[in-house]
């Protein structure tokens, strides 16, 4: 059984919306649980006015009756209540009438470490918001309420996933943090981090050795490697065990096979082995600057200064939530192949047998 995310939408436009496939008939979703998680990826010290604008809210079209679904796909939306701003400027069809509103005017002028070259050149494309408005971390909002979903379903198999920022601008503690967030928006300049996802009560076997694309980590990689602005991922204590010997680095088996230290993060070989699943993720700083860095007018090969956008000092701790939603997903993806079934009782069966099988409680 396959668990599949689509997503489409734009930053500006009329909304974004999520596809998930391959969920169990009869699990209960709790529309305030992921709203919350779609406010909690809003929120956190140095985030841009526009936070305020999007109270994120989901909407379901179909595969749910009730709060609960029904083994087919489900559909979310979540409006952009900002396109309010920009009916004519990103109108889906060829808008009538004379201009009005925000984006009437192309944009030449590409942001250094965006998306917005690259896209242009890849794509074709003379105005670069044909590029940015996708690229933009605005569409993370759809990829939260689906982990928002996911989440949902390793509840029933006892797993649980939170995200936490660990670092800012260099700065570990909560009071270093903001200090490094107040001064770089008083220089108008950016911040990057660190976030730490860690996932408890997940049971050994998720994932593979057998193929590469198939490993856990690779996987959960993947999946964090995809958040905009994401530069580098590690599971456990990921580059620290290359500066260690071998027998310093390894998590040695105790009896009743657990471990007193979790170095590997909960993964050895590509697969689970029953301790929590631990990954990192490194943020670059966000490259919308209101001091704006050199940049190529496209339209005239003519020097000048990339475009300047509404945006955050930094996002670590949305990031934070991102990517906690992200491994979730990850991760209820690998629990759907191991266990299988059509209905939610058949799969939560199916992972009592498994426990059962290898010796583990419940």
Do not use: C
Request: proline share 6%; no cysteine.
């Amino acid at each position: 059984m396959q668990l599949e995310l689509v997503t489409a939408g734009e930053s500006h436009g009329p909304a974004l919306v999520a596809i998930l496939t391959g969920l169990p008939a009869g699990l209960a979703l709790d529309r305030a649980a992921i709203d919350d998680d779609l406010r909690r990826r809003r929120e956190g010290y140095g985030r841009s006015p526009r936070q305020k604008l999007e109270a994120d809210e989901v909407e379901v079209l179909a595969g749910l009756r009730h709060g609960t679904t029904l083994g087919t796909p489900v559909a979310l939306v979540i409006r952009n209540r900002d396109h309010a701003n920009w009916t004519w400027g990103m109108s889906p069809w060829a808008p009538e009438g004379a201009p009005t509103g925000k984006g009437t005017f192309s944009v030449t002028l590409p942001r250094p470490g965006h998306a917005d070259l690259a896209g242009a050149l890849k794509y074709g494309h003379s105005d670069v918001r044909n590029a940015l408005e996708r690229a933009s971390a605005r569409q993370t909002a759809a990829h939260v309420a689906a982990g928002a979903v996911a989440k949902s379903l390793l509840r029933q198999i006892g797993i649980t996933v939170a995200g936490s920022p660990r670092e800012v601008g260099g700065e570990e503690t909560p009071e270093g943090m903001r200090e490094a967030t107040d001064t770089a928006r008083a220089d108008r300049d950016t911040l990057g981090g660190v976030v730490e996802v860690v996932a408890t009560g997940v049971p050994p076997g998720l994932g593979s050795y057998a193929e590469k694309r198939d490993r856990l980590d690779t996987r959960l990689a993947a999946a964090l490697m995809g958040i905009q602005a994401v530069k580098g991922v590690e599971v456990g204590e990921g580059f620290a065990l290359a500066r260690l010997r071998g027998s310093e680095a390894h998590d040695e088996i105790e009896p009743g096979l657990r471990r007193e230290t979790n170095r590997a993060g909960g993964i050895e070989g590509g697969v689970s082995n029953g301790e929590p699943v631990v990954v990192r993720a490194g943020m670059k700083p966000l490259p919308t600057l209101m001091r704006p860095l050199r940049s190529v007018d496209l339209a005239t090969d003519e020097p000048g200064q990339a475009l300047v956008e509404r945006s955050d000092v930094q996002a670590v701790e949305a990031l934070a939530v991102v990517a906690e939603a992200a491994v979730a997903w990850e991760l209820a993806r690998a629990a759907r192949e191991k266990f299988g079934g059509d209905a939610l009782a058949d799969f939560v069966a199916a992972y009592r047998a498994y426990l059962d099988r290898i010796g583990r409680p419940h």
